[in-house]
Nanobody, 119 residues
Framework: QVQLVESGGGLVQAGGSLRLSCSAS????????MGWYRQAPGKERELVAA???????IYANSVKGRFTISKDNDKNTVFLEMNSLKPEDTAVYFC?????????????WGQGTQVTVSS
C-alpha cells in the first residue's frame, strides 16, 4: 500500500501562483510514476501533469507553459508549481501514484486539495 498526502492548495487571485506537494509513504518501491489530476464541479477528473521515476513528464495542453511538475526522490515527494493561474484552474487537485506508464492512472490516490482561483 502507498499513502499519499497532498498540501499547498488554497485561494489565489488570477495571475497568481501556488505550489502543491504530495508526499508518498508505504510501499514506495512499487511506484513508477506520480501525477496530478484535477476535478472541477460537474466535470470528469482529468490529468494535469505526471512524472516518472526516470524524470519523464507529461502535461495537459491547458497547463503547458504555466505548470511545472518536479520530484524530490530523497523525500518521495512530487511538486506541482502552478503559475499564471486562471479561474478555470479552480478544482480539487488529486495526487496519483502507481506502477502505471506516463499519463495513465495509478492505483493510489491522495485525499485531494482545493485550489480556487478568483477573477
Amino acid at each position: 500500500q502507498v499513502q499519499l498526502v497532498e498540501s499547498g492548495g488554497g485561494l489565489v487571485q488570477a495571475g497568481g501562483s501556488l505550489r502543491l506537494s504530495c508526499s508518498a509513504s508505504g510501499s514506495i518501491f512499487s511506484i513508477n510514476a506520480m501525477g496530478w489530476y484535477r476535478q472541477a464541479p460537474g466535470k470528469e477528473r482529468e490529468l494535469v501533469a505526471a512524472i516518472t521515476s526516470g524524470g519523464s513528464t507529461i502535461y495537459a495542453n491547458s497547463v503547458k507553459g504555466r505548470f511545472t511538475i518536479s520530484k524530490d526522490n530523497d523525500k518521495n515527494t512530487v511538486f506541482l508549481e502552478m503559475n499564471s493561474l486562471k479561474p478555470e484552474d479552480t478544482a480539487v487537485y488529486f495526487c496519483n501514484a502507481g506502477r502505471q506508464g506516463l499519463g495513465a492512472r495509478g492505483r493510489y490516490w491522495g485525499q485531494g486539495t482545493q485550489v480556487t482561483v478568483s477573477s
